[in-house]
Each structure stands twice: as structure tokens, then as C-alpha cells.
């Protein structure tokens, strides 16, 4: 599902086949009797009932997946900017050393959420970033024993909600619509346009069309609310780079 514009023109076939199936087997059949003829149209309006508030349902939640990356993106700038100042408690030296490595750290996060999940420099980044963390704990251990107790919980909890906000969006990223509610969304769109051609009195494809394109169009923004870094509706890292473009300036005026 990292391809809504496939997910939805693969579903648009799909019930565009179930339709055109049910509606040969109901030209096989003919047309029945008049005292044989059975209302159906209970049977289709319940079933379509379900679909559009299982879509609906599924919807809700790729909406609700979206804005916890939104949440997550701009929890990540606050904890870079709290650790960045709380860096000037150090000596200068080894704040300068920090604040250089949280610029870094910066940078990656920025091109985490830019580059397309699938892409082999989506890897390189998560490989960087490890190493960025790493060297980041590294750097602060021993600038800690110039610095007063109190000061210490401050610098080691600020640099540990850095490293919690990335695992938080990385986990947030991961967190996907279950493949199963694709399969349920998939199943009973099929069934409706089965049942809609097949029991209809006669061939109308403009009828036959209107719930695989509403449910195609549907699949298409689910799957695209749904993948992080691969549809066209994407988390922009909006306050990182509001903040990378702030922290030159501050540079700036400690030198």
C-alpha cells in the first residue's frame, strides 16, 4: 500500500471484473417471471451500507495515523530545540561540539521525512541517524563531570526525549492500516458489484460504475493518508526546517 495511485486503479478493475461477471451470469439466466421475481434491493442497500461505514471506519483511522505523524514530526523539533539550548550549560567546547552534532542530527531528520520510504537512501538515513545518536551520548558522558549535579538530569533528559521522539516517529511510521481491513474493504466491494449487476433488470453500465469509482477514489485516499513516504499527502517536516533555518542566526551570535 505504499502506491495508493496502484491500490486504487487495481481496485477499480477488480470491481469493474465483479460487475461484469455478475452481469453475464444474469443475462445467462434471463430475465425471471414476474411472480418469481425476488426484491433484492434490501440485500443491496444493507450490503452497501457496510462497505461505505467499514471505508468510512478505515478512513478514520488513516486520518488519525496522519495526524500522530504530524504530532510526532513537531515533538521531534521541540526536543532538537530544548537540547540545542540546554547544550549552552556546558563548557563552551563541548557545547559547540554538541550543538554541531545536533545540527547534523537536524539535517537527517529533515531528509527522513523527504525521502520516499522505499527508496535505498531511506536506509542510509536510518543508518546515520544510529550513529548520530550514538555520538551525540558519546560527546555529552564526559562533558557531564564539569557540570553540577542538578545540570546533569537536565542535559540527559533532554538528550533522551531527542532520542524518544525519533523511536516515536519511527513507531508511528510503522504503524499501518492492518492488511486484513484491506482485504474486508476489498471482499465486500467486489460482493456489492456482483450483486448490483446481477440482479439488475437490465445492462447499465453508468449504474455499474458509480460504487467501483467511489470505492476505488476511496482506496486511493486511505492508502495515500497511509503511507508515510509514499503518496501525495505527506507529513512536511514544517518545524524542522523552521528550525534549521532559526539555528544559523544563533550560531551566528555566539561566535
Request: aromatic share 8%; hydrophobic share 50%; with cysteine.
Amino acid at each position: 500500500m505504499n502506491y495508493p495511485l496502484l491500490a486504487s486503479v487495481l481496485a477499480l478493475a477488480l470491481l469493474l471484473i465483479s460487475a461484469r461477471v455478475g452481469d453475464a451470469q444474469s443475462k445467462r439466466k434471463g430475465v425471471p417471471k414476474e411472480d418469481e421475481r425476488v426484491d433484492y434491493g434490501p440485500l443491496v442497500g444493507a450490503t452497501l451500507t457496510l462497505l461505505f461505514f467499514i471505508t468510512g471506519f478505515v478512513f478514520m483511522m488513516a486520518v488519525g495515523r496522519y495526524d500522530l505523524r504530524k504530532a510526532c514530526e513537531q515533538n521531534e523539533a521541540i526536543a532538537i530545540r530544548t537540547q540545542y539550548s540546554r547544550a549552552d550549560l556546558l563548557a563552551p567546547a563541548e557545547a559547540a561540539k554538541l550543538q554541531t552534532l545536533l545540527r547534523k542530527y537536524l539535517d537527517q531528520r529533515i531528509s527522513f521525512y523527504a525521502t520516499h520510504s522505499d527508496s535505498g537512501r531511506a536506509s542510509e538515513i536510518s543508518a546515520e541517524t544510529a550513529r548520530l545518536q550514538a555520538e551525540l551520548w558519546s560527546t555529552l558522558r564526559p562533558a557531564l563531570a564539569a557540570v553540577p549535579p542538578p545540570l546533569m538530569g537536565v542535559l540527559v533528559t533532554g538528550l533522551d526525549d531527542v532520542t524518544n521522539a525519533q523511536r516515536s516517529s519511527q513507531a508511528a511510521w510503522l504503524n499501518r492500516i492492518p492488511f486484513t481491513a484491506w482485504i474486508l474493504m476489498t471482499a465486500i466491494g467486489i460482493g456489492c458489484c456482483w450483486l448490483i449487476a446481477n440482479r439488475a433488470r437490465r445492462t447499465d453500465w453508468l449504474a455499474f460504475m458509480i460504487v467501483p469509482i467511489a470505492v476505488s477514489v476511496s482506496f486511493f485516499l486511505i492508502a495515500d493518508l497511509d503511507s508515510p513516504g509514499g503518496g501525495v499527502i505527506r507529513v512536511a517536516p514544517v518545524n524542522l526546517t523552521s528550525l534549521s533555518q532559526s539555528l544559523p542566526a544563533q550560531l551566528g551570535a555566539g561566535d
